[in-house]
T-cell receptor, first 115, second 113 residues
Framework: GQQVMQIPQYQHVQEGEDFTTYCNSSTTLSNIQWYKQRPGGHPVFLIQ?????EVKKQKRLTFQFGEAKKNSSLHITATQTTDVGTYFCAGLGWAGETSGSRLTFGEGTQLTVNP | KAGVTQTPRYLIKTRGQQVTLSCSPISGHRSVSWYQQTPGQGLQFLFEYFSETQRNKGNFPGRFSGRQFSNSRSEMNVSTLELGDSALYLC????????????FGPGTRLLVL
């Protein structure tokens, strides 16, 4: 079935450093979504990428979707303490005849930022 | 527009009991998905309901079931609770197709003793 791997699992940075999390799918995706979950909170939608090679920016956050639509990345420039949380990717792809299309989440990258 | 709401927010049960969780989607959203989140397993998809029909199902045992009502509100039931069922149960609603953004509720934190 469809698998979505996300690395690293944990990342500790000093405030002001950059941060990147990577997402790889075992199958070609229709789209990929990114979510942020603050400690004690619930996942909050950040962005969706649909096109091959697409790049989107939200202030200090840059999201990329690979040319083959099997991988994606989220890059944060000059991290701040407000960036603390777990970042999840979720890929929409075909999970087989039985399951059909499925949104599969990566395991997330937990980001901590030291002030 | 009000967000996704879930009740109760916290629940403590003992092994063998059953539990019902409720989710009210955003107004106009017809799809409700349920997820289980645990520290070791991340976000695991349970099932999705759309227009009162189960549209998709994850790899969970039959003890986990759900339903959706005509007003799109959804319930999830877990029977014969096990210690390993302790988790944060999240529901998410979307308007229609899987390509659309889904919005998560605050979750129900279930502790099984």
């Amino acid at each position: 079935g469809q698998q979505v791997m996300q690395i690293p699992q944990y990342q500790h940075v000093q405030e002001g450093e950059d941060f990147t999390t990577y997402c790889n799918s075992s199958t070609t995706l229709s789209n990929i979504q990114w979510y942020k979950q603050r400690p004690g909170g619930h996942p909050v939608f950040l962005i969706q990428l649909v096109k091959s090679g697409e790049v989107k920016k939200q202030k200090r956050l840059t999201f990329q979707f690979g040319e083959a639509k099997k991988n994606s990345s989220l890059h944060i420039t000059a991290t701040q303490t407000t960036d603390v949380g777990t970042y999840f990717c979720a890929g929409l792809g075909w999970a087989g005849e039985t399951s059909g299309s499925r949104l599969t989440f990566g395991e997330g990258t937990q980001l901590t930022v030291n002030p | 527009k009000a967000g996704v709401t879930q009740t109760p927010r916290y629940l403590i049960k003992t092994r063998g009991q059953q539990v019902t969780l409720s989710c009210s989607p955003i107004s106009g959203h017809r799809s409700v998905s349920w997820y289980q989140q645990t520290p070791g397993q991340g976000l695991q998809f349970l099932f999705e309901y759309f227009s009162e029909t189960q549209r998709n199902k994850g790899n969970f045992p039959g003890r986990f079931s759900g339903r959706q009502f005509s007003n799109s509100r959804s319930e999830m039931n877990v029977s014969t609770l096990e210690l390993g069922d302790s988790a944060l149960y999240l529901c998410a609603s979307r308007r229609d197709t899987l390509q659309e953004t889904q919005y998560f509720g605050p979750g129900t934190r279930l502790l099984v003793l």
